[in-house]
Nanobody, 126 residues
Framework: QFQLVESGGGLVQPGGTLRLSCVAS????????IGWFRRAPGKEREGLLC????????KYADSVTGRFTISRDNAKKTVYLQMNDLRPEDTAVYYC???????????????????WGQGTQVTVAS
């Protein structure tokens, strides 16, 4: 019922740019907050950013400051993750996730999210 599908991943050189998309199969996206997480090889899943139903942004990871931005288009039922100045350490599977309500959790607590996409692979390498 609540399905999320990520796209836009791929192989990019260091310093490059990618924009990930997350399309949500929900009746009204404007009542939900959406988060972006990632899982790097050998590491636990890490929260990055969350956007609430009014467009307010909560940052979970300092490593994305000034490089990643999150935005939403409720009419298209899509949330975006714009990633600039990519680094090898950004290599990971990126997931979008639906919050349990209109607000983002203050910290990247996965218990505050209940539906996850299948993920899209981002690889940053020369």
């Amino acid at each position: 019922q609540f399905q999320l599908v990520e796209s836009g991943g791929g192989l990019v050189q260091p310093g490059g740019t990618l924009r990930l998309s997350c399309v949500a199969s929900v009746r009204n996206l404007d009542i939900w907050a959406i988060g972006w997480f990632r899982r790097a090889p050998g590491k636990e899943r890490e929260g990055l950013l969350c956007i609430d139903n009014k467009g307010g942004v909560t940052k979970y990871a300092d490593s994305v400051t000034g490089r990643f931005t999150i935005s939403r288009d409720n009419a298209k039922k899509t949330v975006y993750l714009q990633m600039n100045d990519l680094r090898p350490e950004d290599t990971a599977v990126y997931y979008c996730t639906l919050s349990t309500g209109p607000q983002c959790t203050l910290v990247a607590d996965e218990r505050g999210f209940f539906s996850w996409g299948q993920g899209t692979q981002v690889t940053v390498a020369s």
